[in-house]
């Protein structure tokens, strides 16, 4: 076991990690921020994404140690108590949310591309999103609502 | 004049909040206090006989707390559906029959222990030859897999409508081909996962995501030896089913596990468990031989359907029912002769798939349609308008009556209109661009077919004393929306906001049996059971109401939380109505029992149109529009259904474009979803969706199923546009570019 410090959602955390332990096991089981789902635990399907020091990472590939001191963002800290991010309004405007499993990484790595691009093209929205797996949605409505958001500030 | 409503026909997601913001607590994420982690061991090969099976090591593992066998098993250990011959742990001396039967289960004090104690059981086993298509199962002499059947055959059906000798007869012209389909994984993005514990009175809590609470109930509790009433089942928000949580994988485990250690047990797949566990989308063989005049009146429709059942019998005497049943889809034909066999291998199981059944049957068809059109020198679309049904005229089935008047022309010139206002100026020179279409009649609410006569749908809906509003039903929530659209009929029939019913879902304490949450039904059978039970708790509040008011019932209706009375003579808000009826004693509680006409089953019409274009350099394919018009009846909600068609589009586009869990010998070739790949967002074409409102007399609000539909088209429609585009049909997709160069180029498969 080792000693951890990092931030999650603001919040300072210290925690105790095995070395094989990953961001994505100690985010679910010892934080219990369980917004951050599994899909498949090697990197394939994008469900884990949550962002680390402004990138979008597959947390499921990266060592709890490799998160000291950084900044994590989950999706318990995207919104604001009741009111929701402008993101998170817009998947619910064009349905782009069905069973929700893949949805928060999803809109994790939607403010990724957004805060790295706020206006990208339909093809920048596709590649943007390419790494996270959707089996419900067919990603069209997804898209819609990346679209919709295209220039506002997010 | 269109019928106003209050909030049907309105865009509402009532789980979307939490699901935005992750506070969806699906079976994985739930932790109890003391809980156990369980993993499975699993069968080493396809085909063997367990002779032995050493725990020891495994137990004196520190922070082991069980590892369990058949032996503690009490009850028959058996389930399925239609025949109990699947082991929850195949027992020494048994043999196991595919790769994912469980042999034993390590529950431990965390993941890493469980993991680790399942390598160290010892199993001792002899390896057996198996069977892994349908020539070896089929042939003479083939060993039996199951030693109470004649033969591999895990059952048979047949349908004959008119003479098919005559309908060749009065042909012009007979083609016969052979069209092949892929196995298809499910690859919902929540594996199956499940928690079960003790309550207070000693019975066993199973949460888990899974789609007919009180048939994994029932069924898990004669397996284990148990009361059903010892088990409580509560079907948890599911991330994705599609089907795949149909049947019973991991539940029965998770609740044994609680019953040796009388602790909570958590269980979750791995990706490559979930995929060589669950049943699959059968592959299938369909020949087809189909008779037509010169003209392009179709006269003989000759076609067997072999499904590959895998090991054990699951729902494949269903599914091959229903792949026969939609066989002739939405056209005439005079003369059919249909049959097919669902056929036990040595293969993974295969069971229920968005469409049970029905996208094998019609996309072969449609395929074959387009050839035919092409022989004929017809265009493939008039060839469709010339053969579609008419009212008056007999099905392909007999479960079908035509009650409404058939749409499929009009959906069919709607998708290519749309489809023709697409440019086609920017194809490159070395690309062929090719545009093509299918059509199918999709069956919906098909568990009340008359062979299965099981699915009967009970909900009920409860009145607080402040006038809120409770719906009590068993249908699941897995992404399509039902939440929403019982929510929304709630509202409707009561004229409150959606957003203020709560709506308690898939629990075998307090909701009714609605049947499973499969075939597209859940909208027409909970929504009539509710509308009923709504109808019942409206009438007593209007008895109680016209006392309270002193005027006749029949000037009494309900409008914005309220009851009024007609031409404004007085009103009294639902909390106040609701208030008096609770110290008056009158019960505020209704539920209701719909189960659909036993003679026939729900139908729809559905065309979808593809554009794609081909590399004939490299084979490669881009599927650059899908354009799908479906007669829905009446959009309950219509985002959410348009989500259904687009969605299920793209399940299709995979299908016959990459998806394909392959097998060789036994063993899977695409474990895990980096070799098994599934359309990402750079696979999505341009998306348009019709949705035809035709009001059908028996659905609610004259609404129609549409969770599966798109499943028989697109990948048909794909499939012809390839066809129009090179002249080569892939008769065994999925279209992967090797195949269609090799199809381009003339270049043998096998070279």
Known sequence: MEKLELTVNGYHYQVQVEPDETLLDMLREQLKLTGTKSGCNKGECGACTVIMNGMAVNSCLVPALQARHAEILTIEGLSKGEELHPIQEAFLASGAVQCGYCTPGMILSVKALLDNNPKPTVAEIQEGISGNLCRCTGYEQIVQAVQSLAGKKV | ?751
């Not at chain 2, 559906?81 to 029959?97: A, I, T």
């Not at chain 2, 991991?250 to 040796?260: D, K, M, N, Y």
């Not at chain 2, 990402?680 to 609610?700: H, R």
């Open chain 2, 1 to 751: 004049m269109e019928k106003k409503y209050w909030c049907v026909g309105q865009n509402f997601r009532k789980d979307g909040k939490e699901k935005v913001k992750g506070e969806t607590k699906y079976a994985g994420d739930i932790f109890l206090p003391d809980m156990l982690f369980a993993k499975p061991l699993l069968a080493p090969v396809s085909h063997g006989r367990l002779k032995t099976i050493d725990t020891s090591l495994a137990k004196s593992l520190p922070g082991v707390v069980a590892v369990v066998t058949a032996e503690d098993i009490k009850g028959s250990n058996r389930f399925g559906p239609v025949m109990q011959d699947q082991p929850v742990l195949v027992g020494v001396g048994e043999d196991f029959k595919f790769l994912g039967d469980t042999l034993a289960l390590v529950a431990a004090e965390n993941k890493k222990i469980a993991e680790e104690a399942i390598r160290l059981i010892k199993v001792d086993y002899e390896e057996l030859p198996g069977l892994y298509n349908f020539n070896e199962a089929l042939a003479d002499g083939a060993f039996r897999l199951h030693q109470n059947m004649e033969k591999n055959i895990c059952s048979s059906g047949e349908i004959v409508i008119g003479d098919i000798t005559s309908g060749f007869n009065e042909s012009d012209i007979i083609l016969e081909e052979i069209i092949q389909t892929p196995r298809q994984e499910h690859a919902y993005l929540e594996t199956e996962a499940a928690v079960s514990f003790f309550d207070n009175q000693g019975r066993v809590n199973l949460y888990s995501c899974l789609q007919d609470p009180y048939y994994f109930n029932y069924d898990i509790a004669q397996a284990l030896g148990l009361p059903a009433n010892r088990i409580r089942t509560v079907a948890t928000t599911a991330g994705g089913a599609f089907g795949g949580k149909d049947d019973i994988t991991l539940q029965a485990h998770a609740i044994l596990l609680t019953l040796v250690t009388g602790r909570p047990v958590k269980m979750v797949y791995s990706r490559e468990e979930s995929i060589l566990i669950h049943p699959k989308r059968h592959p299938s063989e369909i020949r087809i031989k189909i008779g037509a005049t010169k003209n392009g009146r179709i006269t003989a429709f000759e076609g067997r359907v072999l499904i590959d059942a895998g090991a054990y019998t699951g729902r494949s005497p269903v599914v091959l029912t229903v792949a026969l049943n939609s066989f002739v889809g939405p056209y005439y034909i005079p003369h059919i002769k249909l049959y097919g066999h669902a056929v036990y291998t040595n293969n993974l199981v295969a069971g229920a798939c968005r469409g049970y059944g029905q996208p094998q049957s019609n996309t072969a068809r449609e395929l074959v349609l387009d050839m035919l059109a092409d022989r004929l020198n017809i265009n493939p679309v008039t060839l469709r308008k010339i053969n579609a049904l008419k009212q008056g005229q007999q099905a392909g089935t007999r479960l079908v009556n035509l009650d409404t008047p058939p749409t499929l022309d009009s959906l069919l010139d709607q998708t290519m209109a749309v489809l023709e206002k697409s440019p086609h100026d920017d194809t490159p020179a070395y690309c062929k661009r090719g545009t093509g279409v299918a059509c199918a009649m999709p069956l919906f609410d098909i568990s009340a077919l008359p062979s299965l006569g099981l699915a009967g749908t009970g909900v009920a809906i409860q009145m607080h004393p402040d006038g809120s509003l409770v719906v009590y039903a068993s249908a699941v929530e897995c992404g399509q929306g039902v939440i929403s659209v019982l929510a929304q009929i709630a509202a409707e029939e009561f004229s409150v906001n959606p957003g203020d019913v709560e709506v308690i879902l898939a629990d075998t304490d307090s909701t009714p049996k609605s049947g499973p949450t499969t075939a597209s039904r859940q909208t027409y059978t909970s929504g009539n059971a509710l509308k009923i039970a709504s109808e019942h708790l409206k009438k007593r509040l209007i008895s109680f109401g016209s006392r309270l008011l002193n005027v006749a019932e029949e000037k009494l209706y309900f409008y914005g939380g309220k009851m009024l009375v007609k031409d404004g003579e007085g009103e009294v808000p639902l909390s106040k109505l609701a208030k008096e009826c609770y110290y008056a004693g009158v019960n505020l509680k209704e539920e209701a029992w719909f189960r659909s006409n036993h003679a026939t089953i729900g139908h729809t019409f559905i065309a979808t149109a593809a554009d794609v274009e081909v590399d004939t350099l490299t084979g490669s394919v881009k599927v650059l529009k899908l354009v799908t018009a479906h007669d829905i009846g009446k959009a309950i909600n219509p985002l959410a259904a348009a989500g259904q068609i687009i969605g299920g589009g793209m399940q299709s586009l995979g299908w016959a474009m990459t998806e394909d869990l392959m097998q060789k010998d036994g063993m899977v070739v695409t474990p895990s979803l980096a070799e098994y790949l599934i359309p990402t967002a750079l696979d999505l074409p341009a998306m348009e969706t019709i949705l035809m409102e035709n009001p059908y007399p028996t659905g609610p609000y004259g609404a129609k199923g549409v969770g599966e539909h798109a499943s028989m088209t697109a990948a048909a429609a794909i499939l012809n546009a390839i066809y129009q585009a090179t002249g080569k049909m892939v008769t065994n997709f999925p279209a992967t570019p090797e195949k269609v160069f090799n199809l381009v180029t003339g270049i043998p498969e096998s070279s």
